[in-house]
């Protein structure tokens, strides 16, 4: 089992930078690819950015490729977001997920074995 908690959630203006954090236990952090995923109200779950176990390569959604940043402290079993530049649209609930190995597809939320509860992330226009 892994246990994953979120953090660093809250209500920002439009414009503003966050950085998230999802602190892992239970399982050797490194051997797992870690993605960060958000829901929005009344939409469904989508991916955001993922990090390889490697922390070698990292994917993104195009649309946020450029304001958001994702990386990996394996020595503090830490995956962050940092998200800069936050638009009204980035409302949402964000949840790091954590897949073991190689994903086959770092997007697709079936990858991920593991789910932290998530935070919530309010951006005020």
């Known amino acids: 089992q892994v246990q994953l908690v979120e953090s660093g959630g809250g209500l920002v203006q439009a414009g503003d930078s966050l950085r998230l954090s999802c602190a892992a236990s239970?399982?050797?952090?490194?051997?797992?690819?870690m993605g960060w995923f958000r829901q929005a109200p009344g939409k469904e779950r989508e991916f955001v950015a993922a990090?390889?176990?490697?922390?070698?390569?990292?994917y993104y959604t195009d649309s946020l490729k450029g304001r958001f940043t994702i990386s990996r402290d394996n020595a503090k079993n830490t995956v962050s977001l940092q998200m800069n530049s936050l638009k009204p649209e980035d409302t949402a609930v964000y949840y790091c997920?954590?897949?073991?190995?190689?994903?086959?597809?770092?997007?697709?939320?079936?990858?991920?074995?593991?789910w932290g509860q998530g935070t919530q992330v309010t951006v005020s226009s």
């Open positions: 997920g954590a897949g073991y190995g190689a994903l086959n597809s770092y997007r697709r939320e079936y990858e991920y074995d593991y």
């Open positions: 239970g399982r050797t952090f490194s051997d797992y690819s």
């Open positions: 990090i390889a176990w490697s922390g070698l390569t990292s």
